[in-house]
């Protein structure tokens, strides 16, 4: 039941998402990704919202939480389930772990995409 729980709740971010992408590319233009910007910060502050609700109140079920989370804020960007990560390594004291998350996280993710790229632009070229 969790997995349709999550499911749903994606198939709603991302149609938020793309709902958003649309608004912000045609308000902004495409000369800058702002669209991503904006996903990210504010899947970010809705995650925090959330959390943060959870955390002080707990009056949600974990399938609540797993449909709001997981599904809705995971569908909408994956960005507020790291900065979520990250926050929770940081308050935790874990000051270095949370040094070598982020910095793995930016430096191997992006890595990640541009060795996808070569790989791509070498096998179909």
Do not use: C
Not at 1 to 10: D, E, K, P, Q, S
Not at 21 to 34: E, H, I, K, Q
Not at 59 to 66: D, K, V, Y
């Amino acid at each position: 039941m969790n997995y349709l729980i999550v499911f749903i709740g994606a198939g709603i971010g991302g149609a938020i998402r793309h709902g958003v992408n649309s608004a912000t590319l045609r308000v902004l233009g495409p000369d800058f990704p702002w669209w991503t910007l904006v996903i990210n910060v504010l899947g970010s502050l809705t995650m925090g919202l959330v959390a943060g609700y959870f955390a002080f109140k707990g009056e949600a079920s974990q399938s609540w939480r797993l449909f709001l989370t997981t599904g809705i804020l995971g569908g909408f960007t994956t960005f507020s389930a790291f900065s979520l990560d990250t926050a929770m390594l940081y308050e935790r004291g874990a000051v270095g772990p949370v040094a070598f998350y982020v910095l793995a996280s930016v430096l191997l993710s992006i890595g990640a995409v541009f060795l996808g790229l070569a790989i791509m632009r070498s096998s179909l070229a």
